[in-house]
């Protein structure tokens, strides 16, 4: 049981209900700790989660391998789904730095943890100034526009924009190098 | 090549590569990228980098029984396809999955046009449409739901109960509007052969666990002491699916800890009809919207969650 999610993908294309069992099964907890993280209540989390996966059902045949990875991939239309429930809905009780800052902090045991796992982009992330790395975050996740991020995080419009700019240049220049390394 | 252009636009291209431009700073970035090689590459790369991001929200296991509930909402897509779907009455085979996505894009055009909002319900969930691009969905959903101080439009499957032996499939689409006031609205579009159909909400009443033995109808108790027996969606074998003429009340007991609202009455005319009205409960209690032929027999349910 090793197939690849590029070839579950494309068996969800074709309709193979065990391909998408497997795909289901191999990325729900990632789909739904997002959903969660986004909208706070887990009623309405468990209903963004399926959107993404039936969202994904529907567009498995314009995956492109090319352009990413499928976890990413799913994670995108998630996040999508989250930000429009997260539009609509007033009742939502997330406060999205409240969110942000544990990510862009988080203790050390998880940061351990992530790092044993492989996940480079903590360490990448860890290496943008921290303001830059809130603003980020916030619109990477929640969808928060600049208007929003200056207003949430108490700073003028073109405080807010730099911040975002020159932060999401950061992390890719530290993505790179950081790969650079990795795969000499 | 690096222009004034470019450096005019670095923000915009951020906000791009984010998912959190408007429509308007997409379309001047996109007319950009257009000619500038630079440009596109750095939205590539940049857009990489943010979805890294997504990486970081730390994994949570959703509820038992998840990945069973996906798998129910993608196969009764794809077994509502074949039903009433005239697009698919070539006798093309398609996969699902793309013919699926064909389906949903014909019926949006005409939900679109007559709710102002795209939202389609698959499978008893609602569910809103991926129509790109996202963000002026949600705006112009948001807008609708302000008009009448709306929470949520959510939108069911209507499938035939197929209890006499007869396959379920879809045969139109339930309509539920959580604002003030909130309404519930059926439209069917495959019409059976009665001449008329009563429509009943099923509301949770809250006051009893759900199919619990010892809970108490919160009405109509004195017509029997079988309700579960009788428990009328659904029911593939047995009890209420026999083929015998079992002399049924009109309005079967509810389940324990539901009740039933009426609607109102469906009256078909050239194979379609439509019904709707106010509800004075919330609509995140709807159980079930269960459409009556004449005889009393249940013709079709929708579930909305």
Redesign the interface.
């Known amino acids: 049981m090793t197939a690849s999610d590029e070839a579950l993908l494309a068996g969800?294309?074709?309709?193979d209900?065990d391909a998408?069992?497997v795909f289901?099964?191999r990325h729900?907890?990632?789909v739904?700790?997002?959903a969660?993280?986004v909208v706070g209540i887990?009623a309405v989390?468990?209903?963004v989660?399926?959107?993404a996966?039936?969202?994904a059902?529907?567009?498995?045949?314009a995956f492109d391998p090319r352009r990413?990875r499928a976890?990413?991939?799913l994670?995108?239309?998630?996040?999508?789904?989250a930000?429009?429930v997260l539009?609509?809905?007033?009742?939502v009780p997330v406060d999205p730095v409240v969110m942000v800052e544990t990510?862009v902090d988080p203790d050390p045991d998880?940061l351990a943890e992530?790092v044993a796992t492989g996940?480079t982009?903590?360490a990448a992330?860890a290496r943008v100034p921290r303001e830059q790395a809130t603003a980020?975050?916030l619109?990477?996740?929640f969808?928060?526009?600049?208007a929003e991020i200056a207003e949430r995080t108490g700073v003028p419009l073109g405080t807010a924009?730099?911040r975002?700019?020159l932060g999401?240049?950061h992390?890719?220049d530290e993505?790179?190098s950081t790969r650079e390394v990795e795969t000499p | 090549m690096t222009t004034g252009r470019c450096a005019a636009l670095?923000?915009a291209l951020?906000?791009v590569?984010?998912?959190?431009a408007?429509g308007t700073t997409r379309g001047t970035v996109l007319t950009h990228l257009a000619t500038c090689e630079r440009c596109r590459d750095d939205l590539a790369?940049?857009a990489?980098?943010?979805?890294?991001?997504?990486?970081?929200?730390?994994?949570?296991?959703?509820?038992a029984g998840?990945?069973g509930?996906?798998?129910a909402?993608?196969?009764s897509?794809?077994s509502a396809r074949p039903a009433g779907s005239s697009a698919l009455a070539d006798g093309r085979v398609a996969?699902?999955?793309?013919a699926?996505?064909r389906r949903?894009k014909a019926r949006t055009v005409v939900l679109a046009g007559a709710l102002g909002v795209a939202l389609l319900g698959?499978g008893g969930?609602?569910?809103?449409v991926?129509t790109e691009p996202?963000?002026d969905?949600?705006?112009a959903?948001?807008t609708t739901?302000d008009t009448a101080d709306g929470?949520?439009l959510a939108a069911a499957d209507l499938t035939t109960d197929g209890a006499s032996g007869d396959p379920t499939r879809s045969v139109g689409t339930v309509f539920l509007y959580e604002g003030n006031p909130s309404w519930a609205y059926v439209v069917v579009r495959g019409a059976g052969t009665a001449p008329s159909y009563t429509v009943a909400v099923t509301v949770a009443t809250g006051t009893a666990a759900d199919g619990g033995a010892g809970a108490a109808p919160e009405s109509g108790a004195g017509t029997g002491s079988d309700a579960g027996d009788r428990y009328p969606y659904r029911s593939g074998s047995g009890g209420a699916g026999s083929g015998e003429a079992r002399p049924q009340p009109p309005r079967p007991d509810p389940a324990p800890g539901t009740r039933e609202v009426l609607l109102g009455s469906c009256v078909v005319d050239a194979g379609t009809c439509s019904a709707g009205g106010v509800l004075d409960v919330a609509v995140h209690d709807v159980v079930a919207i269960r459409l009556t032929a004449p005889d009393g027999e249940t013709w079709a349910t929708a579930t909305p969650w």
């Open positions: 969800m294309a074709a309709d209900p998408a069992a289901v099964r729900q907890a990632r739904y700790g997002l969660l993280f887990p989390a468990e209903e989660a399926q959107e996966f039936v969202r059902w529907r567009h498995a045949d990413g976890t990413t991939w994670l995108a239309i998630a996040r999508h789904a930000i429009d539009r609509v809905r007033r009742d990510i998880r992530r996940t982009v903590n992330l980020v975050v619109a990477a996740v969808g928060l526009s600049g924009k730099t975002v700019r999401l240049r992390l890719r993505l790179a | 670095r923000d951020t906000e590569a984010l998912g959190v408007d790369s940049l990489a980098a943010a979805d890294e991001l997504l990486l970081l929200v730390p994994e949570r296991e959703p509820s998840f990945e509930r996906v798998l909402r993608l196969t897509d794809g996969p699902v999955g793309p699926a996505v949903h698959v969930a609602g569910v809103w991926a996202d963000r969905l949600a705006a959903y948001r739901l929470r949520y």
